[in-house]
């Protein structure tokens, strides 16, 4: 179903973006199972999708993708990632009222929880921000 596949990638992306956000500027590896996912090929084919298109919108940097090398089970890994002043200006947007983005991708990540909702504003201020950069 659409919306099925629209609330993984919202998720998938939500947690890429804590993940990122928690690291700072200190590059860090990426790969389904430090996200909290299966080693299976539907998850890192999403995870894969994910990471080039947040590539793509210019919200991060990776050194290299190893597909089936390396990480603790020989998962898909992406190598010294780290997010771009884009990433970073999309964290202080503002999200509900006084909250930023970044403060609600750290409650999601503490809580371990919302991962849908965050993911749905971050869809939608990708989608301002590429509409901006290309008019």
């Not at 999309?90 to 929880?113: D, H, I, M, Y």
Request: aromatic share 8%; hydrophobic share 40%; net charge negative.
């Amino acid at each position: 179903m659409v919306t099925d596949a629209l609330e993984e990638s919202e998720e998938i992306i939500a947690k890429i973006v804590a993940h990122l956000a928690k690291a700072g500027v200190r590059q860090t590896d990426l790969s389904t199972i430090i996200l909290g996912y299966e080693n299976n090929p539907a998850s890192t084919q999403l995870f894969i999708n994910a990471l080039r298109w947040l590539k793509d919108e210019g919200i991060f940097r990776q050194h290299a993708l190893n597909a089936t090398r390396g990480g603790t089970q020989h998962e898909t890994v992406a190598t010294n990632c780290v997010l771009t002043s884009l990433g970073f200006a999309l964290l202080a947007e503002p999200f509900r009222g006084e909250l930023s983005l970044g403060s609600a991708v750290k409650n999601t990540v503490e809580s371990g929880s919302g991962y849908s909702n965050t993911g749905s504003f971050f869809g939608g201020i990708l989608g301002g921000f590429t509409k901006s950069i290309s008019s």
